[in-house]
């Protein structure tokens, strides 16, 4: 019924000293307390808990770390919504598996720029001994590694780490294998290991398929084979046949605390729109790209080219003219263009240039002035962000940027000089990841991304626990663009600033919610026609939002 | 708080047991003077004595200042040390505990008088392993002159008064000792013990062991003989595809675009280890101490 098994170290040790035992009856007693101190005496208890005096964590973060270890058996889809703590629960579930001496080797796989910051909180927070992994070496030297999972899918490391096992593997941002057919799922897949735990806030972000591969790492059948899962599961793309059916088979490997649960208390939000109406000459720079983009689509589609940059343009628009520029000149330099198109575009450039005063920026200074706290500013794109640094600086406002493509100790950086020097935090959406700033309460988003998800990222960074004050966030609306629409759109139809997305990130491909926006304003003729289209987008949200996945 | 209080009697124990010096200290915090075997065993510093000990230096001995309570304020730390607060769990506590486990691995211990006969004292952790463990810390006492074994000791022998030397004038009962027959004897009584153990939860281990074992190999054979049927089906007869089998091979090229090493028969095989590797019921039998015990009369 069980295997058994004699381990005689004691034994050996004994030899070695010469088959005498000699020291002192005290220790002898001493040690035989410590043993007990942390013995795993029953199944289900916890006991690291009793180990970890510096960390405080939140009911439902224990009660996922204990429903993993011993409902689940170890292998799970970790998929709490942004801010809920998902690291110290897979912390937890590993200290717990250390403990209990069921793990010894322990491999952690995130992006790149996280990798040393996991190794900080496991070390500082749970007192385990983790390392980051250096050079090809590390994979042996180590017990407990750290590492990029896009330097480990590469040779020689990857088959360093395919010739180990591995007690426990750990993945963060675990959507990063949706597909099944890229190298990230097939190292998983290959790897040897015992526990798993896959870590991501969004399982699903445009196809079932994505929760299917993630769900095939940890238990492959779990959801029947592909076929199968099509047949029983998957209405569309993104809707499910079945989701009662759906939600139970996937409870069994997956954990989803969502805000809304309680348990957790989050601070209030309070939302508020910022209305602006451009200058003469900013409109008439408007109107003119508008005018300029909706020709150009149509004939794109006709062509069945791209329209990326396009998109772009007219986003970048409603930013800044500064930030338009950039595209505009990369738009003059496609040689498939007429000649009467690349006029066109030179006027526009010149119309962007000569834009005196900037209405949007002058806001943001007299919004600042006001707020006299600290405010992070959000904006999809670089150029805004410097031209933005560059107009507070004038104005006698400290300010520091804040990018994605920033190293880790950069990003550390910049956030202490936040926190302690400066007064104003620009930050475009990649800063997002992984960066906590709770002591400040104000956002403002100077423009709005289309993808809702990005949005609950950039709230998440600070309305997360441990924020003490309610969080202010102001919206841009520039008066007759599209902007007007998307604020409208976000704020008061599909309310998501208060509901609090997540549901959103299961529901929406973000792709389909910026393809489906563009499309509306690019094809309706007036004003009611994308009233009315906008209207149908939100309510399709909003059904959608009861019958689907989010519920699982 | 009584669990603190706990912490502060078994540092002062330990201390006291590991040749520390005591320096006075207000209650409730405790200040000692470390040997500097004992110093290399509590502060994770492997560089620094290195160093110590390639420049022939001679360091002062550390000194730590230990508080229980985080109310309390080290008013009287001496300069040289830096205020610690113990916690359950803080790096210094599992340091101790790590050090007191090496050194308390081996013991040898007398009553103080009568007629002694040797006893071989034994500490023995049990653990039932699936994916998930629980341990048992065991205690046996094997009588050295007729090998009778008695079970649960250390509860009984933690109240006698034991010392470390040998008494002056008690009279030691000389037996030869063969430790590998000792050990024999103590892992067969130990495997009676266990067998007679409740093992529902290896039942139920190995049940859900199967059943994972099962659903693996069914999900495994569904793709394998969809696979079949997708060959069979691809001769030129049937020309109009159903949808169903463009889903197929979809699932099928999900494993074979990957390295050509690696095919769904390795997948199923590793698929498999890992669960027996994770999930078969194990019994570990581990003994972790053990003392010679001089007493005057059976443990029991």
Redesign the interface.
Known sequence: ???????????K???E?G???????????????????F?????DDFICL????GLVPFPHQIETAKRV??EL???ALLADEVGLGKTIEAGLILKEYLM???VKKALILVPASLVLQWTRELNEKF?IHAFAQRNEWSWTTYDILVASIDTTKRDPHRSAVLSQ?YDIVIVDEAHKLKN??TRNW?LI??L????LLLVTATPVQNDMRELFNLINLLR??QL?????F??NHVDSKRIPKNPQALRSAVGEVMVRNRREMGGVEFTERLVEVVPISLSKEEQLLYDTVTEFIRDAYVKLREKKRSVLSLITLQREICSSSYAALGTLETMQKDKRLTDQERIALTDIYHLAESVPNYTKVNRVIDLVKKIDDKVIIFTEYRATQDFLLYMLQQSGIKGVLFRGGYKRGKKDWMKDLFEHRAQVLIATEAGGEGINLQFCNQVINFDLPWNPMRIEQRIGRVHRLGQTRPVYIHNFSTKGTIEEYIVHLLQDKIRMFEMVIGKLDVILGPKAFEEDLMRTFMESGSDAEIRARLSALSHRVQTSGTEQLASV | MPFQSDLYM?CK??F???GATFLPAQEGALCVEIPRDVDKELTDRPFYWMWVEAMNENPPCTILYLTFSPELEPIDAPERAKPELI?????RM?R???S??T???????YESEGKLSPYA?F?V?I???S???????E?YAIDLTNLQVYGNV?EHL?KRK???ERPLHAQIFPVP?D??QI?TLL?QCV?LD?EERD?T???DA?KRLENELS??D???L??LS?KEKVHAQQSPKELDRPF?KT??E??Q??FE???NS?SIEA?RE??K??LI?????????????????YLASAPV
Not at chain 1, 1 to 11: C, F
Not at chain 1, 192 to 195: D, E, G, N, S, T
Not at chain 2, 131 to 137: A, P, V, Y
């Open positions: 019924m069980y295997q058994y098994i004699e381990q005689m170290d004691l034994r040790q004994l030899a000293r088959d005498m035992p000699a020291g002192k009856w005290a220790l002898f007693q001493l040690a035989y307390e410590a043993e007990k101190q013995l795993s005496s029953s199944f009793g180990a970890l005096p270890v011993n058996h170890g292998r209990r001496g069921l007192a096992n099944s057919k097939q897949n290959q040897r290991k015992k526990y492959p059948g029947g084979n592909q076929t199968a099509q047949a | 078994y124990r330990y006291e047991t590991v916690t359950p769990g803080c790096y599992m101790i505990y790590a007191a486990k050194r308390g691995t081996f013991a040898s211990t004292i500490i952790k653990s039932l392993i994916d998930r463990r629980q341990d048992f810390l205690s250390m933690t034991l010392q470390d000792i430790m590998d050990f892992l495997r266990v093992h939860w290896a039942k190995k659903k693996l069914h999900y495994y569904s793709i969809s169903e889903l197929i979809n699932a090229t999900n675009s990957t390295t690696w997948e590793l698929r280890a890992e590797w994770r999930m078969e019921p194990k019994i570990e039998v581990r003994p972790q101490q053990i003392a010679l015990a």
